[in-house]
């Protein structure tokens, strides 16, 4: 890595401190058969949830290996979204199979309820690992967390999670060398030898390890979650070379004016100055070295498959990077997932999103989830027709409690307090007024995002993704008001909904 781009990494660790982003790529592998009769052993289930992996930025295309592996023989989601593009957030409703206002976990600090001791004593008691559990799975998990994971004054390292049979997780946020793990509570401490300490390939070890080890009558849920392509983007040393002259994709709102959206979204310089241009493409360089990184993990392991999460924005509407707004680089995800019962190369329309994950899980496992506190529902009929009948849910919610320092930035003279994310150039990513939430249309026939901030002004977006993918043209003040308002009232619905009542918006 040259000097610049190592540089790059550390300013970017340094000002972002403990914060992070959404996640990424998931993939699941499910072997032997899904629990549709009584007496039959329900899939054993693997789980890769990737950190930073978006899909419509090119993300994908560097991996080959997880395509082939798994998409093509399997399904990929071409509609798959995160509910709330933070990392913590996302991660909470993956664990529950609920929308952020069900879990009131609202940013990446204690504060916010990322792994509080709040969330340890109330709602991580009720996450999907506890049912798999008592339906007798062994369960694994290997990577990162929460977040504020091992942090002191919430339990520190020998805070376990309740479910999970084997624990090797990160404490704190993103790193592939010079970490701490907490082992089933006991803190092991690692240096930067690459064949004793890499975290993608350490959990992935410790995983097939705990398949020899296990008792073969009881079905198994892995999950690894490595921090690959997080930053700080430490690539193996095999893909250290790999994308040196890659720039980040010139194309969609690449560069465009962020005319009449929010004021974060104003703020930008236009056209971009080219420290941020040298920036962004410095940082899709790296990010790309991690994702090979990653394939190398899924063609050495002998069980590789998958669901996908993610969201970046190198770029789009003059924003240097990171994740934090309500556009489709920052909330739609990959998410490939095969197994039995799931026909091979199936391209799937029907929206899916993060909060699902859990039913599907608990589905397989047969968990009657009408028992369960769940806002999400299970995706396997749609994957797999011929185990479920298939429900249909048109609108969704996406909900983001903007994050922000209370003091101002010294590096920044001319900013006030209330922002954060400001750089390169002192450009603001996120803000404490960058708080909004959209309702989703996507039944087949018509695609509409419609979204509200609670800020100064009450912004309110819209955007026809039909005729506009992009999302260049709010078309608030053009639309017919009667589809405001419905869009509106159901908005209203969705942020207070609570199970059965998320998936049955009319
Ligand atoms: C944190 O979660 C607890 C319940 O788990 C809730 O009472 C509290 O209001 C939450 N905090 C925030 C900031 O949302
Ligand atoms: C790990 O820590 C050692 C000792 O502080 C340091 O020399 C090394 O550069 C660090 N490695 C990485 C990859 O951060
Ligand atoms: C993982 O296992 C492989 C194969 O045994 C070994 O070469 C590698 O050093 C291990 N890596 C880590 C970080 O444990
Ligand atoms: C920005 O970079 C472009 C292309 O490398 C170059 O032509 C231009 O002169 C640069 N502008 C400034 C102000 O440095
Ligand atoms: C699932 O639970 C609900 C609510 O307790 C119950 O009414 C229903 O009969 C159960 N379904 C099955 C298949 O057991
Ligand atoms: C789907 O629904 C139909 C009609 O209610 C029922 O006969 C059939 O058994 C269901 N199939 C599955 C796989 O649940
Ligand atoms: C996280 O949320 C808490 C509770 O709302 C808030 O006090 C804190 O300032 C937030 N942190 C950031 C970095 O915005
Ligand atoms: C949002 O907050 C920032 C920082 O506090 C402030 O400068 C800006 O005017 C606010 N914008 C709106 C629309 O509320
Ligand atoms: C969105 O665009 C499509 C294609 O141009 C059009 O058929 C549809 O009526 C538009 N919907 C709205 C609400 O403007």
């Known amino acids: 890595m040259s000097g610049g781009r ?5 300013v970017h660790r340094r000002r972002r401190g403990g914060s992070a982003v959404a996640l990424t790529l998931l993939t699941a592998w499910l072997t032997c058969c899904v629990r549709y009769a009584e007496g039959v052993k329900p899939s054993n289930i693997v789980l890769v949830l990737v950190d930073d992996q978006d899909v419509v930025l090119g993300g994908m295309t560097p991996m080959k290996k997880t395509k082939e592996l798994i998409g093509e023989a399997g399904a990929t989601f071409v509609n798959a979204f995160t509910v709330t593009p933070l990392c913590c957030p996302s991660r909470s409703s993956i664990l529950l199979g ?37 339906q007798k799975y062994q369960t694994f998990f290997g990577g990162k967390y929460l977040n504020q994971y091992g942090a002191k004054a919430a339990g520190d390292v020998d805070h376990v999670p309740p479910g999970w049979d084997q624990w090797n997780a990160l404490v704190g946020n993103s790193q592939y060398y010079n970490y701490t793990l907490s082992v089933n509570g006991k803190a092991e401490k690692h240096g930067d030898s690459y064949e004793k300490d890499y975290l993608t390939d350490l959990i992935l070890n410790r995983s097939l390890s705990f398949l020899d080890d296990r008792s073969p009558q009881h079905p198994f849920f892995i999950m690894l979650a490595p921090p690959a392509p997080h930053s700080p983007w430490t690539a193996a040393p ?125 589905d397989i496992s047969g968990v009657n989830l009408s028992t369960v506190n769940v806002d999400g529902q299970s995706f ?127």
């Open 98 to 134: 609920r929308y952020p206002h069900n879990h009131e976990v609202r940013n990446n600090s204690l504060s916010g309820n990322c792994s509080s001791t709040q969330w340890q004593k109330g709602p991580e008691a009720e996450a999907f690992p506890v049912y798999l559990s008592k």
């Open 380 to 506: 396997l009929a749609q994957m797999a027709p011929s185990l479920r009948n298939s429900t249909v849910r048109p609108f969704f919610l996406v909900e983001y409690t903007g994050e922000g320092n209370p003091t101002k930035d010294p590096t920044c003279p001319k900013l006030g307090p209330g922002v954060s994310q400001c750089f390169p150039d002192c450009v603001c990513e996120d803000a404490f007024n960058n708080t909004y939430a959209c309702v989703r249309m996507l039944d087949g026939k018509q695609d509409l995002q419609y979204c509200e901030f609670a800020d100064s002004e009450s912004f309110v977006e819209m955007y026809n993704m039909t005729s506009d993918p992009h999302q260049l043209e709010n078309i608030v003040k053009k639309v017919d008001p009667s589809i405001l308002q419905d869009m509106n009232q159901r908005l209203i619905k969705l942020q207070s909904c609570m199970g059965d009542s998320c998936r049955n918006i009319k």
């Open 6 to 10: 190592g540089g790059g990494a550390a």
């Open 238 to 362: 095999q893909y250290q070379k790999e994308f040196n002259n890659v720039q980040a994709p010139r194309d969609g709102s690449f560069d465009k004016l962020g005319k009449d959206k929010h004021w974060l979204l104003r703020q930008p310089v236009n056209p971009m100055p080219n420290s941020s241009l040298t920036f962004l493409d410095n940082w899709d360089e790296v990010v790309l070295k991690k994702k090979i990184s990653k394939h190398k993990m899924n063609k050495n392991a002998d069980v590789q498959r998958s669901l996908f999460f993610c969201p970046i924005c190198p770029g789009q509407f003059s924003l240097p990077i990171d994740k934090r707004q309500l556009y489709e680089f920052d909330i739609r995800t990959p998410l490939l997932v095969r197994g039995p019962g799931i026909k091979p190369n199936q391209m799937i329309k029907a929206p899916v999103l993060n909060i699902d994950l859990a039913s599907t899980f608990l």
